[in-house]
């Protein structure tokens, strides 16, 4: 199954004392491909660098960069169907170009994407995703 998880989501699931560290042990466990692109692992570099500190980032980054479910995405177009948010389009368009499964987010500028027939993505917040990931467990 192939999930792209925005920022949001990624960077506080990271802590061993966060409710939502079951997405990195699932990562880690090989239950999905995270798609991500260059502009995704920069921005997740920054973040976590922002919230976590640099070592961690970096920690991290190796991690991606080593896992074999880390499926690494070229993007050949922008769709730029996000409008509220321009930033947000870098997960949607990896979501089409890899056509993931789900595009996790807790973000709502996302939820306009749920009235577009074309190109489809599938939108699911942490609780949906967990529902997912447990079916599969």
């Not at 409710?19 to 976590?48: A, M, P, Q, R």
């Not at 976590?52 to 690494?72: C, Q």
Request: charged share 25%; with cysteine.
């Amino acid at each position: 199954m192939k999930i792209v998880l925005d920022t949001n989501i990624f960077w506080v699931s990271i802590s061993r004392r966060s409710k939502t560290h079951w997405v990195i042990s699932e990562l880690l466990n090989g239950t999905f491909t995270l798609c991500v692109t260059t502009d995704i692992l920069e921005e997740y570099d920054e973040i976590i660098s922002q919230k976590l500190g640099s070592e961690t980032a970096k920690s991290i980054m190796e991690l991606l960069d080593n896992l074999p479910n880390v499926e690494y995405i070229t993007k050949y177009y922008r769709w730029e169907l996000i409008e509220q948010d321009y930033d947000d389009n870098k997960f949607v368009d990896c979501a089409i170009a890899c056509n993931a499964n789900y595009l996790a987010t807790n973000d709502k500028h996302f939820n306009s994407l749920k009235q577009i027939a074309f190109p489809k993505v599938n939108i699911i917040n942490i609780d949906e995703f967990k529902m997912v990931i447990d079916t599969i467990i």
